[in-house]
Each structure stands twice: as C-alpha cells, then as structure tokens.
C-alpha cells in the first residue's frame, strides 16, 4: 500500500517578505517494495515422465526475484519433512527423503535427488507427490509451496531389483523344459540303438553327441548333460542308468 505526503516550503527574510510556495511530494511504499517473489522454474521432471529409477531428480533455474542471493529451494517426499529441525532435516538428507539447495541468485541452476525406491507397488503404478518450499532470506519475506505429481510404474520384483526376479524365473523356467526335452531326446536314442548292432550302435551314438568319434557313448551323454546346466554328478548318474544294458550287452558279447 502507497502513501502519498505532499510538503510546502516558504522562505521568510526579515523585512517578512516571503518566497513562493515550493512544494515537494513523498511517496512511503511498503517494506517489500520493489523486492519481487522468487519465480524459480522446474525442468524435471515433466507431468508427462514415468518414474522407473529408485531416484528422481528435480532440476531447474531460479529466474528472478533472489537480489540478494538468499534463495533457498527445498524438496521432500512428506510435506511434514519441510518443518523440521535442522538436525532432523540432516537425517531425512541421509536416508534420501529431503534435499535443498541454498544460496541461490538469480540465473542459477538446481539439481536435487530423492530416494523413491519405497514408493513403487509391485502389481500396480502409483502416484506420488514431491513437496517443494522456495525461501528467501530467513523467511519474513516470501516463502513459497508448490507441489509436483509424478507417475511411478509397476515394478515387477523388489523394489531395487527392477524385474530382475521375473527374468531370473523365466531363464529356470526355460532351462527346465530344455533339459526335458532333451532327457527324452536321449531315451528315444537309447531306446534305438538297443536293437542294433555294435557297429550301428558307435556310429548313432557319434551322430547323437556331436560327432565325437572316439567318446564313449556314456560320456558323451553326461557332456551333452553337463553343456545343457545339469550338475556333472547327477548328469553321469542318468547316463549309468540308461547305458547299463548296453555295457551288459557288451560284456556279454566280449565273453
């Protein structure tokens, strides 16, 4: 609010004549007067950005209105974290729940992360807020709120792991049926090379794994085993199992 006060001054010499009337106006402004808010512009992140990270980052310019370079930009995911104590605000930081940028002048840029791992649902995407005060100097002046909404989407493991459990699922669940099916691969062959020859029997059994000529027929079985993720052990244990009438096959023919 503006108060106008007008003053006139007249000069008087001492035969009492006197000048002419000099008037002189006072304009008395507010205390702010000529001090505008901070206008401080974000960059990031965008109504229209997905949150994927367990960080967001929030960036922008202080346009105008810190003359005197006593701008102080703070960011939290609580709006409680705001009022804090300095001590307690020193812990929020810590554990990445509160963060600020201080000393700000006009044409200065921000940059500022919090930790938003704990936010994300698993089946479902979720909206969050970030709380943000603007202050200059200690306060008397302007203090500033405003708010940004950002879209977090569904994470499909632990919060940290990004999917990395589903991934981890699908390569077991994959592995699992490749090695089925090449258990029944090898009873089929097995089956096979029972009715033929000794002869016939090396020459499939070179063609089945690889084209190992001078392998032996169990051994090339656990290779073929051991190449497709089965422990070595277990893989020769099989390969004793289904061979077991072929080497009685053949140390009765030898007898």
């Known amino acids: 609010m503006e108060n106008e006060i007008r003053v006139e001054l007249i000069v008087y010499d001492k035969a009492g004549k006197q000048s002419e009337k000099h008037r002189m106006y006072f304009i008395v402004v507010g205390e702010d007067f000529g001090d505008e808010p901070p206008l401080v512009q974000f960059t990031a992140p965008r109504p229209t950005d997905s949150q994927r990270e367990d960080l967001v980052v929030i960036t922008g310019n202080l346009i105008s209105g810190a003359e005197n370079g006593d701008v102080k930009i703070e960011v939290a995911l609580d709006p409680a974290v705001l009022d804090y104590s300095t001590s307690q605000k020193i812990t ?76 981890g699922l699908s390569t077991t669940i994959m592995a699992g049926i490749g090695a089925a099916i090449l258990l029944i691969l090898v009873v089929v062959v097995t089956l096979v090379v029972r009715g033929r020859s000794r002869d016939t029997v090396e020459s499939d059994t070179v063609e089945q794994f690889g084209g190992v000529e001078t392998m032996d027929p169990v051994e090339a079985y656990v290779q073929q085993m051991v190449a497709s993720g089965y422990d070595e052990q277990q893989a020769r244990a099989y390969a004793e199992q289904y061979y077991a009438s072929y080497y009685e096959q053949q140390r009765q023919g030898g007898a």
């Open 92 to 167: 929020q930081k810590q554990i990445g729940k509160f963060n600020l940028s201080e000393m700000n002048s006009d044409g200065d840029t921000f940059s500022l992360t919090l930790d938003i791992s704990d936010v994300y649902q698993v089946e479902t995407g979720v909206a969050s807020t970030i709380y943000i005060r603007i202050t200059e100097g200690d306060g008397s002046r302007y203090v500033i709120s405003e708010t940004i909404d950002i879209s977090l989407v569904p994470r499909g493991g632990e919060s940290g792991g990004g999917g990395s459990a589903d991934v």
